[in-house]
């Protein structure tokens, strides 16, 4: 069992199976990656406590950030290796104060500097594209579905923060877009354990498949790696 799904009751884990929820999709032709929001705004320097990186950058997630970014390399590695697009989302701040805010949060005033850097294991390359959105999703009024659909992508592989946040909210618009969607565990971080695992469960359970770096690695080596015709 996966360290997230220990925090989830048994009864109700069994309740979701009974009821018909939890059933796994199947990939498709061709998979893109989405890296969503991994930035220095929302990881903070790594070495730091969770309280001295929310105070750095008030929305940063701390250590939890550090001990998936490696994983998060690894993700990317495969999709490089496989020749298939990476999307990366991050935060519009120029957009910021005529749009608002992604959540109802009470910050005010300009990010800190560096916000929006890249950490240098996750940062994207030239044939990326670094997708900057206003709000939670990276679906929400951007052009990211024209993109996908001119790549051919039927497939979304997401990973990134936070998974209560904006990786959840990309995952519900992915697959309502009608994109076979799933969701890398440990490639995905939060600043609360509880919000983590209670989202990927609840992910898992309705909108996306919730699957290891190991599982993804071979599902972008099978099917899902085909080019589109």
Known sequence: MRDWM?????????LYEKAGFMGELTPGRRSALIVVDVTMG????????????????????????WVAMPKIAELIGTFRTADLPIVYSLSDLASGPFTGKATKGKRTGAP??????????????????VLAKTKASAFFQTPLPAYLIKSGVDTLVVCGVSTSGCVRASVVDGFSHGFKTFVVDECCFDRSEFAHAANLFDMNAKYATVISLEQAQRMIAGPARVAAE
Do not use: M
């Open 112 to 129: 800190a500097p560096g916000f929006n850097d890249f950490p240098a294991a996750i940062a994207p390359r030239e044939q990326d594209w």
């Open 42 to 65: 929302f990881c903070g320097a790594e070495g730091l406590s969770l309280d001295e990186a929310v105070a750095q950058y008030s929305t940063a997630c701390g250590p939890a950030s």
């Open 6 to 14: 220990k925090l989830i009751p048994e009864a109700e884990r069994r």
